[in-house]
């Protein structure tokens, strides 16, 4: 049947902290990996990705750390804001395979930032 | 402006009935994806197309059918042989299958009752 009632993790911070968001990913063959942002009611937005021969890549206020030993991945954002509450989700796929740009979306993390 | 539309943002339909989600882009791009996204859950992917005239079942295409006549549209029609189709709809496109940054449409919530 449908999950129902399913609980996505949240992470609360207060302005100017820094917020670590994780996401672990199951397929050992995903080598490149997207994090995406959504506000409430809205379309995902691209943050960051990182492809799996690196281990860290920085954007603007955000990092992104893959390690592929223990299939984990996550996003540090820097001095967060209010603006940056959200729900934050990973996305992986086999850029080398013949999944022709499927990618898999992690469950989510919601972010709150208190002023 | 370039972009993905979704019309409309809010959509309610009786028990029964079929209902097409319109998706247009003007981006140029050769993939369009269609995902349903249900409260506390992340994407799941209904139908992509890589070119036009061409699309491939996702993960949870039953249900569902798409059309893919022109580069810039790519509606969704939910059946009434889609059990819950009560759902954020969210359309998508990239450059290519091969280029992996999609970018979203604002969704449509559908509600069926």
């Known amino acids: 049947g449908e999950n129902v009632g399913l609980h996505l993790p949240t992470l609360s911070v207060q302005e100017g902290d820094n917020s670590i968001i994780n996401c672990a990913y199951s397929?050992?063959?995903?080598?490149?990996f997207i994090w995406y942002k959504q506000e409430s009611g809205k379309g995902p937005q691209f943050i960051i990705d990182i492809r799996s021969n690196m281990d860290k890549r920085q954007g603007q206020r955000v990092t992104v750390l893959l390690n592929k030993t223990v299939k984990h991945l996550s996003l540090q954002i820097a001095a967060t804001q209010p603006g940056d509450s959200a729900v934050y989700f990973c996305?992986?796929?086999?850029?080398?395979?013949?999944?022709?740009?499927?990618?898999?979306f992690g469950q989510g993390t919601i972010l709150t930032v208190h002023p | 402006d370039g972009g993905i539309t979704q019309s409309p943002k809010y959509l309610f339909r009786k028990e029964g009935q079929n209902v097409t989600l319109s998706c247009e882009q003007n981006l140029n791009h050769d993939a369009m994806y269609w995902y349903r996204q249900d409260p506390g859950q992340g994407l799941r992917l209904i139908y992509y197309s890589q070119i036009v005239n061409d699309f491939q079942k996702g993960d949870i295409a039953e249900g569902y059918s798409v059309s893919r006549e022109k580069k810039e549209s790519f509606p969704l029609t939910v059946t009434s042989a889609q059990k819950n189709p009560t759902a954020f709809y969210l359309c998508?496109?990239?450059?290519?299958?091969?280029?992996?940054?999609?970018?979203f449409g604002p969704g449509t919530r559908l509600t069926v009752t």
């Open positions: 996305a992986e796929t086999n850029a080398g395979g013949t999944s022709y740009g499927k990618l898999t």
């Open positions: 397929n050992s063959a995903s080598d490149y």
């Open positions: 998508a496109s990239s450059i290519s299958t091969g280029n992996y940054e999609q970018y």
